[in-house]
């Protein structure tokens, strides 16, 4: 049995998993201590946020994103959720307007609470002096290359 899907439904409900968990507090931590995924896209209206949201970036993980999704639970069924799309490119999306997937991810029993407190945790480690930028990058090597192994 498969479900059908409009995009714009579907880039919705990515975001509304990631809200239910809590994701934006790491984000806040982030963006914060000067970093930012989005930096240099053209979508990204200062002050305001992004003004063109695709399945490739709503997709797209972060080191820090990929580790807090493993944690607790969330990382496999998320990647298995976008391989399903078609189209997806770096800040640009050819994925059709309708899309047929296996199934969505379960919002029941999701918790923000948890994202918060991840996200207090990198404070201290930035306040400490560590560079969050670094340890996004080598979150995100771990997982490369746990993923091509």
Wanted: neutral net charge.
């Amino acid at each position: 049995m498969s479900i059908e899907i409009r995009k714009e439904d579907l880039i919705q409900h990515g975001l509304k998993v990631l809200q239910s968990v809590g994701s934006h507090h790491i984000c806040e931590v982030c963006i914060e201590s000067g970093n930012s995924c989005c930096i240099g896209c053209q979508f990204l209206k200062e002050g305001i946020g992004c003004q063109n949201r695709n399945t490739s970036c709503t997709a797209w993980l972060c080191g820090l994103q990929k580790f807090f999704l493993h944690e607790i639970g969330l990382l496999d069924e998320w990647e298995n959720l976008w391989e399903q799309i078609p189209g997806q490119g770096f800040r640009k999306d050819n994925s059709p307007d309708t899309i047929k997937l296996k199934s969505l991810l379960n919002l029941e029993q999701l918790d923000s609470q948890v994202g918060k407190l991840i996200a207090e945790k990198l404070k201290s480690f930035v306040k400490e002096g560590g560079n969050i930028e670094k340890l996004d990058r080598k979150l995100s090597l771990d997982f490369e290359r746990k993923r091509n192994s």
